[in-house]
């Protein structure tokens, strides 16, 4: 029987081996790539073309959302499963948007795990109880509001929270310095966040950077 060909890409090697555990014990699964960071992900997957990516979200280099987005971009037939400790609405929502095809806490039983890689490598979409919910009363309560953060505004917020410069962010994302100014100040106008110190505070809360 073939196999469903899976690429890991988290930044914790220790839960990543403990993943590769999990799915290799499973007679109809193969691992074929270990990312640790959004941009390897990324690469490995043009590479490598896996039937699903297991991706986490904060990482560096670049976040999860984001490499999602490069990669559906590139790659569409490949199936996304976003796999993180965070369940907050705005990336939920986001990842949805950049063509994720799944969405589990890394609370979830291993089996659940298991469960959502075969139905969306059938083609469905499969998220776990606490996404599940979080979906449901966006539905019912659409106009609630969020930071209205874009994915190139997480991305530029992750990159300041981290302490980097306007040229290192221009150079790391391949846009000019002009644009990430521009970026900057969008970001402190939809948070009202003026510094970066709160900048920083508001990306650890939110699950933006660890």
């Known amino acids: 029987m073939e196999k469903i ?5 988290d930044d914790h090697t220790i839960f ?6 999990l799915l290799e014990f499973e007679e109809g699964m193969e691992v ?3 990312a640790s ?13 896996p039937d699903v990516i297991i991706m986490d979200i904060t990482m560096p280099e670049i976040n999860g959302l984001q490499a999602v987005y490069q990669i559906q971009t590139k790659i569409p037939s490949i199936k996304i ?18 063509g994720v095809c799944g969405y589990l806490v890394k609370q979830s039983a291993a089996n659940e795990l298991i469960t959502a890689i075969t139905e969306v490598y059938k083609g469905n979409a499969y998220f776990s109880a606490p996404i599940s919910k979080i979906l449901l009363e966006k539905q019912r309560f659409p ?10 505004e997480q991305e530029v917020l992750q990159f300041v929270a981290q302490g980097r410069t306007n040229k290192e962010i221009s150079s790391l994302i391949s846009i000019s ?12 106008d939809k948070l009202k966040i003026h510094d970066v110190a709160n ?9 933006i950077i660890k």
């Not at 060909?5 to 890409?9: A, D, E, F």
């Not at 990543?16 to 555990?21: N, V, Y």
């Open 5 to 9: 060909t899976i690429l890991l890409s």
């Open 16 to 21: 990543r081996e403990g993943l590769r555990s």
């Open 32 to 34: 074929v790539g270990e």
């Open 37 to 49: 960071n959004g941009k390897e992900a990324v690469e490995l997957a043009i590479k490598l073309n």
């Open 81 to 98: 499963i976003v796999l993180s400790m965070s369940d907050n609405e705005e990336f939920v929502t986001q990842a949805i948007q950049a």
């Open 143 to 152: 106009n609630r509001r969020s930071s209205g953060l874009t994915l190139r």
């Open 177 to 188: 310095v002009k644009t990430v100014e521009k970026y900057r100040q969008q970001i402190m």
């Open 199 to 207: 900048l920083t505070r508001y990306a650890i809360s939110k699950g």
